[in-house]
């Protein structure tokens, strides 16, 4: 007797407010909105059922339902993504897995999207997983805003942490490390019971949400993808790079 298919649902919690840069959700990259760059990307993935944006804010729900996508307002309240995806899901009842997509990953590639799925789908304990790829600059090794990871050998996350993990005995860079991808994969459950977790001593410290799930002993299975190009737009200088990079070329 076959599996009954599993529905899931991509979602991209985007959020007005930003520190650093205020409405990037709807900053103009090459005559369109940020967001719905990351919409477009996120419906080539073919393994999903579904792609909702999540938002606060009015003027994003009309940017992407104008353009003829799905969206949905969720409250100012949510602390994170991830609360706002369990927000949604009370009123998405036939979705059994759902997928974490930041909505500043503007080179996303979807064919990550779906080798995350498939993994997830081919452990039959997965509870919760992410996506990582490998890093050699001694940079990017010692930069904070790269989260690395350490797995074991079932390709489990161990620890997650803004410093270099692992580094050698003497205290020096290893020649490679794991860099994390802010793309989450989470069964409804696992989802329903992180959300009712406090925050916990070393999500605090390290300010990474994650770090909640393994703390509680939740698993996170990791799938490490090769030719991996990240931008996520944080910053003026990071929203100038992604307009070099998306703007349609001049004639």
Same mark, same amino acid.
């Given at each position: 007797?076959?599996?009954?298919?599993?529905?899931?649902?991509?979602?991209?919690?985007?959020?007005?407010?930003?520190?650093?840069?205020?409405?990037?959700? +709807?900053?103009?990259? *090459?005559?369109?909105?940020?967001?719905?760059?990351?919409?477009?990307?996120?419906?080539?993935?073919?393994?999903?059922?579904?792609?909702?944006?999540?938002?606060?804010?009015?003027?994003?729900?009309?940017?992407?339902?104008?353009?003829? #996508?799905? /969206?949905?307002?969720?409250?100012?309240?949510?602390?994170?993504?991830?609360?706002?995806? /369990?927000?949604?899901?009370?009123?998405?009842?036939?979705?059994?897995?759902?997928?974490?997509?930041?909505?500043?990953?503007? %080179?996303?590639?979807?064919?990550?999207?779906?080798?995350?799925? $498939?993994? #997830?789908?081919? @452990?039959?304990? /997965?509870?919760? *997983?992410?996506?990582?790829?490998?890093?050699?600059?001694?940079?990017?090794? @010692?930069?904070?805003?790269?989260?690395?990871?350490?797995? @074991?050998?079932?390709?489990?996350?161990?620890? #997650?942490? =803004?410093?270099?993990?692992?580094?050698?005995?003497?205290?020096?860079?290893?020649?490679?490390?794991?860099?994390?991808?802010?793309?989450?994969?989470?069964? =409804?459950?696992?989802?329903? +019971?992180?959300?009712?977790?406090?925050?916990?001593?070393? $999500?605090?410290?390290?300010?990474?949400?994650?770090? =909640?799930? %393994? $703390?509680?002993?939740?698993?996170?299975?990791?799938?490490?993808?090769?030719?991996?190009?990240?931008?996520?737009?944080?910053?003026?200088?990071?929203?100038?790079?992604?307009? $070099?990079? %998306?703007?349609?070329?001049?004639?």
């Amino acid at each position: 007797m076959m599996a009954e298919k599993k529905r899931i649902t991509g979602c991209i919690p985007s959020r007005y407010a930003s520190t650093r840069l205020p409405g990037k959700p +709807l900053c103009d990259i *090459g005559g369109k909105p940020m967001v719905l760059h990351v919409v477009e990307k996120t419906r080539q993935a073919k393994l999903l059922d579904d792609v909702v944006v999540l938002t606060d804010d009015q003027r994003i729900m009309d940017t992407v339902t104008n353009a003829g #996508f799905h /969206a949905v307002l969720t409250s100012e309240d949510c602390a994170s993504g991830t609360d706002r995806i /369990a927000q949604y899901m009370q009123q998405d009842t036939s979705s059994d897995i759902f997928v974490n997509i930041q909505g500043d990953e503007v %080179l996303l590639n979807p064919e990550h999207i779906d080798k995350l799925i $498939e993994d #997830f789908l081919n @452990n039959p304990d /997965a509870q919760m *997983g992410t996506l990582a790829h490998t890093i050699t600059d001694p940079d990017s090794l @010692n930069d904070p805003a790269t989260v690395k990871v350490v797995i @074991n050998q079932q390709d489990n996350a161990l620890y #997650f942490s =803004r410093h270099c993990i692992p580094v050698t005995q003497s205290g020096g860079l290893p020649e490679q490390a794991l860099a994390h991808i802010g793309v989450y994969i989470y069964t =409804r459950e696992t989802l329903e +019971l992180l959300t009712k977790k406090k925050q916990t001593p070393l $999500e605090m410290i390290e300010k990474l949400e994650q770090l =909640r799930a %393994l $703390e509680h002993g939740i698993n996170i299975s990791v799938t490490t993808v090769s030719h991996y190009q990240s931008l996520s737009v944080d910053t003026e200088n990071d929203l100038r790079k992604a307009r $070099e990079l %998306l703007s349609p070329p001049t004639s």
